[in-house]
């Protein structure tokens, strides 16, 4: 029990005075890394900033658009696609042979069109976390218990009922583990947008500090995105284990 | 539905999805969406020719290069993480940091410390590739059967045979399912490192040729990297049917990452 606390701290404790030894003995050049000290202090620099958090605002914003969008999309669309035989034929093929395209390659053309505004950060997310979610959905419908969808039917349960109350909640386990995947692509998506594309937000941050060769501000920068990402998948890990629990 | 039926019914959406479009833009005169004809010309002229050993093989090389290294590294770090308590506490919280960091985010980090080439890129997508292989590996180390590592013992199999014969096929569908998910986010990785100003490579053409206003290259460039996308994911599952399909051992969903 002591162990479960004590070890995970004396690694974060090791990684840090590891970090701050190198860098400040000079075993690692200080215009390459910068000391641990200087990025803790441009980490308080940021948290006290106004751009800082409109940068975050607009991250989180288009991340969390894209990401509903994208699910507001996928999950009633499969629900029907893999409901029907015919539907699921017709379209999950090409659905399928789009998937392992990376949402990178629409970035050009998205660029070009829309301009670097929020609808480009929210068509790339979702070109990013729809497919998946999409064919994961219909899966989930598919792989349900013939049993309880005969059941289902001779209480003469009508087509959406059947959709709704029976499909739905025995695809909700699927679902909810392809939300967490979605929602960590969906992140890395928009700080692509914002690194690439120019869009503002996080990466955008990080281009600029980058350009501007302040390198413990990048590396706090950096720290910020891995926090987030870790705060976005212990909150998609805790649905997932409910939706599991409730099953 | 027959086979054949079956098969023309798949194939009707993409086909009417390319012939609309095909349709569309002769008639559009749009340049942002040039028809066929000029995109099938442009992508014979940029990738084909000399552009082939110039941009493609080396985009590549690295993304090869990156990926067998993060690979074996993280199967390596894996089987270690897996079998050694001690360490997997200690470094557990540092590892979760950074699966979940996207790789891309580390690019301007790779940028100042290693420069613009090859070896910033090589470097991020080992990065990208190593964490989502390390973490399945070592939750696959620690899926094998007790009473397997027991009979292991008793039959007096030594650590390195117990290794290669026991644990890590026993570890395999959480590796296989691993490398699959890091081989897309490898491409990915690639594309994006190539358009932070690198001087060559398939993702510095495409979006120099949007930059430029040369349309009909940048839609060969969008078109070549949606097909290594799709190749490569097929090129995968064939060597998963043939390798760890036939041995019987059937991968799972890994933990992703992007």
């Given at each position: 029990m002591i162990r479960r606390a004590v070890l995970p701290a004396l690694g974060i404790a090791g990684a840090a005075g590891l970090w701050e030894s190198a860098t400040r003995s000079g075993l690692v050049a200080p215009t390459d890394v910068p000391t641990l000290t200087s990025t803790v202090t441009a980490l308080g620099d940021l948290l006290g900033s106004v751009p800082f958090w409109v940068a975050i605002g607009d991250t989180v914003r288009s991340w969390a658009l894209g990401l509903v969008a994208s699910a507001a999309v996928a999950i009633p669309l499969g629900l029907a696609i893999g409901a029907s035989e015919r539907?699921?034929?017709?379209?999950?093929?090409?659905?399928?042979?789009?998937?392992?395209?990376?949402?990178?390659?629409?970035?050009?053309?998205?660029?070009?069109?829309?301009?670097?505004?929020?609808?480009?950060?929210?068509?790339?997310?979702?070109?990013?976390?729809?497919?998946?979610?999409?064919?994961?959905?219909?899966?989930?419908?598919?792989?349900?218990?013939?049993?309880?969808?005969?059941?289902?039917?001779?209480?003469?349960?009508?087509w959406w009922r059947r959709v709704v109350f029976v499909r739905l909640p025995a695809a909700l386990p699927i679902v909810a583990s392809a939300l967490k995947l979605a929602a960590a692509s969906a992140f890395a998506v928009a700080l692509v947008t914002e690194l690439i594309g120019g869009a503002p937000g996080l990466g955008q941050l990080l281009v600029v500090a980058a350009g501007g060769n302040d390198l413990p501000r990048v590396y706090a920068l950096t720290l910020v995105a891995g926090l987030f990402g870790l705060l976005v998948a212990a909150a998609f890990g805790a649905l997932q284990r409910r939706v599991a629990q409730t099953r | 539905m027959s086979r054949l039926t079956g098969l023309l019914w798949q194939a009707i959406l993409p086909a009417a999805l390319i012939a609309g479009y095909q349709f569309w833009a002769v008639r559009a005169h749009n340049p942002y969406f040039p028809p066929l004809g000029a995109i099938a010309r442009e992508f014979r002229a940029t990738w084909l020719g000399p552009g082939f050993t110039e941009h493609v093989l080396p985009s590549l090389w690295n993304l090869v290069r990156g990926y067998l290294i993060g690979l074996l590294a993280g199967v390596a770090g894996g089987v270690l993480l897996g079998r050694v308590r001690v360490l997997r506490d200690l470094l557990g919280p540092l590892v979760g940091f950074f699966l979940t960091l996207p790789a891309v985010a580390l690019l301007p980090?790779?940028?100042?410390?290693?420069?613009?080439?090859?070896?910033?890129?090589?470097?991020?997508?080992?990065?990208?590739v190593f964490f989502v292989v390390l973490v399945n590996t070592t939750a696959g180390m620690r899926a094998v059967d007790a009473a397997l590592i027991d009979v292991g013992r008793a039959y007096r199999i030594g650590p390195l045979r117990r290794l290669f014969l026991l644990l890590l096929p026993a570890a395999a569908p959480y590796i296989v399912a691993a490398a699959r998910t890091a081989l897309s986010i490898a491409v990915l990785v690639m594309v994006v490192s190539e358009m932070v100003g690198a001087p060559y490579g398939i993702g510095a053409v495409t979006l120099l040729a949007q930059q430029e206003f040369q349309y009909a290259r940048m839609w060969a460039g969008m078109v070549l990297l949606a097909l290594l996308g799709y190749s490569l994911n097929a090129a995968f599952a064939l060597v998963e049917r043939f390798t760890v399909g036939r041995w019987g051992m059937v991968a799972t969903t890994g933990e992703g990452r992007s």
């Open positions: 539907a699921w034929r017709f379209v999950r093929i090409p659905v399928e042979a789009l998937r392992p395209i990376p949402p990178i390659v629409i970035l050009p053309l998205a660029l070009l069109i829309l301009h670097g505004g929020i609808t480009f950060k929210i068509m790339l997310i979702m070109q990013g976390a729809l497919w998946p979610l999409l064919i994961q959905t219909s899966y989930g419908v598919r792989d349900i218990d013939r049993v309880v969808l005969d059941t289902a039917r001779s209480y003469r349960l009508g | 980090i790779f940028v100042i410390a290693l420069g613009i080439g090859a070896t910033m890129q090589v470097g991020v997508i080992v990065f990208s």
